[in-house]
């Protein structure tokens, strides 16, 4: 029997497998320096973590997100930012993938995930924001909010 992405049980399962990977972005969020808001990042391909990421500044920069009026600095990279450069500088390919964020993507996530080839996005929170959802929707990428506390 020849798998594929609509074969069982996974796709009964896939519910559960986006709550789970979607639990893991949260708790890959408390890795983040961040004040504020920590947020995580997970990117699944055919079952397994291609890459992950969370909120923080730039490699070799001190790890401290806010300035000293407790505003996000402006280089602060967000979590989907960082796990989409992440597989950008690896073997794999994000085409096709799932990303699991805890908030919704703002409009400069979006189109990095809209470049990249992410055909789904899971996520927790909503952004204050809504633009990036709505490009999302525009370029037909799903959308699956999924809401944790429940």
């Given at each position: 029997m020849?798998?594929?992405s609509n074969s069982y049980p996974y796709k009964e399962k896939q519910p559960q497998f986006d709550r789970r990977y979607l639990e893991m972005a949260r708790i890959w969020a408390q890795n983040s320096y961040c004040i504020?808001?920590?947020v995580g990042a997970l990117i699944v391909k055919e079952k397994m973590?291609?890459?992950?990421?969370?909120n923080g500044t730039p490699a070799g920069f001190e790890n401290?997100?806010?300035d000293e009026k407790s505003l996000t600095k402006p280089y602060v990279l967000h979590a989907e930012a960082n796990a989409i450069t992440k597989v950008a500088k690896s073997n794999n390919s994000s085409e096709g993938a799932t990303l699991y964020?805890?908030?919704s993507p703002c409009i400069e996530c979006a189109k990095l995930i809209?470049?990249?080839?992410i055909k789904r996005v899971v996520f927790s929170e909503k952004y204050r924001k809504q633009e990036g959802l709505k490009l999302l929707k525009r370029a037909n990428i799903e959308l699956v909010h999924i809401?944790?506390?429940k």
């Amino acid at each position: 029997m020849q798998k594929n992405s609509n074969s069982y049980p996974y796709k009964e399962k896939q519910p559960q497998f986006d709550r789970r990977y979607l639990e893991m972005a949260r708790i890959w969020a408390q890795n983040s320096y961040c004040i504020r808001k920590q947020v995580g990042a997970l990117i699944v391909k055919e079952k397994m973590i291609i890459s992950d990421g969370y909120n923080g500044t730039p490699a070799g920069f001190e790890n401290i997100c806010e300035d000293e009026k407790s505003l996000t600095k402006p280089y602060v990279l967000h979590a989907e930012a960082n796990a989409i450069t992440k597989v950008a500088k690896s073997n794999n390919s994000s085409e096709g993938a799932t990303l699991y964020v805890t908030n919704s993507p703002c409009i400069e996530c979006a189109k990095l995930i809209i470049q990249s080839g992410i055909k789904r996005v899971v996520f927790s929170e909503k952004y204050r924001k809504q633009e990036g959802l709505k490009l999302l929707k525009r370029a037909n990428i799903e959308l699956v909010h999924i809401d944790l506390e429940k």
